[in-house]
């Protein structure tokens, strides 16, 4: 966000941020914007599990390898997009 003048906010989720902007944002972040928002949303509420887990939820024991490979994936997609900004 700072390539287009604005703060960085300093939150794991920043979907509702992208949506605040989305007028000033390109069209691949546009017509991405409901996929980057669910990805943003997801990891979040991931986040605190996968770093501390819970005393009955231990994430080493929990995640699959399915859920790394959508994690990856997902991580993928937004360097597309974001490259893809940058890039123009």
Do not use: C
């Amino acid at each position: 966000m700072l390539f287009f003048g604005l703060d960085v906010p300093k939150v794991h989720d920043v979907s509702k941020y992208i949506e605040q902007n989305i007028e000033i944002s390109p069209e691949i972040v546009k017509k991405n914007i409901e996929k980057l928002k669910n990805i943003s949303k997801t990891l979040r509420k991931e986040r605190e599990l996968a770093f501390y887990g819970l005393i009955d939820w231990i994430p080493s024991e929990e995640y699959t390898f399915e859920d790394s490979n959508k994690a990856i994936n997902w991580a993928k997609e937004v360097f597309h997009i974001v490259k893809s900004v940058l890039d123009y």
